[in-house]
């Protein structure tokens, strides 16, 4: 059986979706194993539902650097055992960065742990769909990106108990999509196929609708790259799309600085500001929140000129859909900013923003059209 993926990772995270399981996130930060400092008494297994918060995995894959194995502890874990931080750098190019690879299979080795829960060793094949940004995607980097992924990979996770669970990933066939125009595909589709219902406002009435053939705008505010994606339906529109060399990482490095300047208590990592700021019951939220308003609202604001300035011309006025892993830092300033200039009616802010590109994979992943290039993949091979 070969199961079907969809996996967003960026500058933020890895947003992975498995068919049939729950979405799954891991921050883009890692520390490489150097040894325990300490012998911890009594360690047990990690539990199932925990293992993407203890991520200790050693991977082997000819896609990484040197072609050798190496111990990574990855996303929270490198928190909590407080650990040097390895993240991307603001400019970092994803289709050659080492880590969303690493965040993908350390993600897909967690998720066939969870469905082979007694196993020490696990075969298993997938099908995945991956993303590039659209200032970086040409078929050459788009081939090169999937090229990457495909084939056979060796992860090992590492219980604190001292038992280690193989995990051989073979990876059958793997697609690259613009980013945005990914996430279309879960705007249209569900993941079985069927087409979404969509509530929209026409002529000061609400009607329900779906998107097969409707043209959309869709704004993906990324950590690193801002995508704006026209689509109609599930069509790519490459000559009025276009992405925007920023996203909100460079706003939130900024604001870390002047607050490692003024507070005793310094933040590491974008990592580390993700787990404050969306944490409501972290002591220090509410600082955050308050100290980080002016620099978001001031992103907030540029943000909404590109959107309003692409709507202004397009021919047709598109249905703006934003999401992404930005979008759920800026929600309430652009939405009031849109509002006080009477731009709300066509706009939609998307449920579960972080992972509309990687539930729209996972339905790409599904599609026929995948199972087509698939086909006439192996039949040039």
Same mark, same amino acid.
């Given at each position: 059986m070969t199961f079907k993926a969809g996996a967003d990772a960026g500058n933020n995270g890895l947003k992975l979706c498995v068919k049939d399981m729950n979405p799954l996130m891991i921050q883009s930060v890692y520390s490489l194993y150097m040894g325990e400092k300490s012998t911890e008494l009594d360690a047990k297994d990690i539990a199932p539902e925990e293992l993407h918060n203890n991520i200790d995995v050693t991977i082997a894959s000819k896609s990484l650097i040197g072609d050798k194995a190496r111990r990574y502890i990855i996303g929270e874990k490198v928190m909590t055992d407080m650990l040097d931080p390895i993240e991307m750098e603001k400019r970092s190019d994803k289709s050659t960065d080492e880590m969303p690879l690493i965040l993908t299979l350390a993600g897909l080795a967690i998720q066939s742990i969870r469905?082979?829960?007694? +196993?020490?060793?696990?075969? /298993? &094949?997938?099908?995945? +769909?991956?993303?590039?940004? /659209? &200032?970086?995607?040409?078929?050459?980097?788009?081939?090169?990106?999937?090229?990457?992924?495909?084939?056979?990979?060796?992860?090992t996770f590492h219980h604190p108990s001292g038992r280690d669970v193989k995990i051989v990933i073979d990876i059958e066939y793997c697609v690259c999509l613009p980013e945005g125009a990914a996430g279309a595909w879960g705007i249209v589709f569900d993941s079985n196929g069927n087409t979404v219902p969509r509530k929209i406002e026409v002529n000061e009435e609400i009607i329900t609708v779906d998107f097969r053939n409707r043209s959309m705008l869709i704004f993906d505010i990324g950590s690193g790259t801002t995508e704006m994606v026209v689509m109609k339906g599930v069509r790519y529109i490459a000559k009025l799309s276009e992405g925007l060399g920023y996203g909100v990482k460079k706003t939130i490095l900024e604001i870390i600085k002047r607050w490692n300047h003024m507070k005793s208590k310094e933040i590491d990592s974008i990592a580390e500001f993700n787990e404050i700021y969306f944490d409501s019951e972290h002591p220090r939220h509410n600082d955050l929140v308050q100290f980080a308003e002016t620099g978001l609202y001031g992103l907030a604001l540029q943000m909404s000129q590109a959107i309003i300035n692409k709507i202004d011309e397009m021919k047709d006025v598109p249905h703006v859909f934003i999401c992404g892993g930005g979008a759920a830092v800026t929600h309430n300033y652009l939405f009031q900013i849109l509002k006080q200039?009477?731009?709300?009616?066509?706009?939609?802010?998307?449920?579960?923003?972080?992972?509309?590109?990687?539930?729209?994979?996972?339905?790409?992943?599904?599609?026929?059209?995948?199972?087509?290039?698939?086909?006439?993949?192996?039949?040039?091979?």
């Open positions: 469905m082979n829960k007694d +196993s020490d060793l696990i075969h /298993i &094949k997938y099908d995945l +769909s991956v993303a590039l940004p /659209i &200032k970086t995607i040409t078929p050459e980097t788009a081939k090169e990106n999937a090229d990457r992924f495909m084939g056979k990979h060796d992860v200039k009477k731009r709300l009616s066509t706009v939609t802010f998307l449920k579960d923003p972080m992972f509309v590109n990687a539930l729209g994979l996972l339905v790409y992943t599904v599609s026929p059209r995948f199972e087509q290039r698939k086909e006439e993949y192996f039949e040039t091979a």
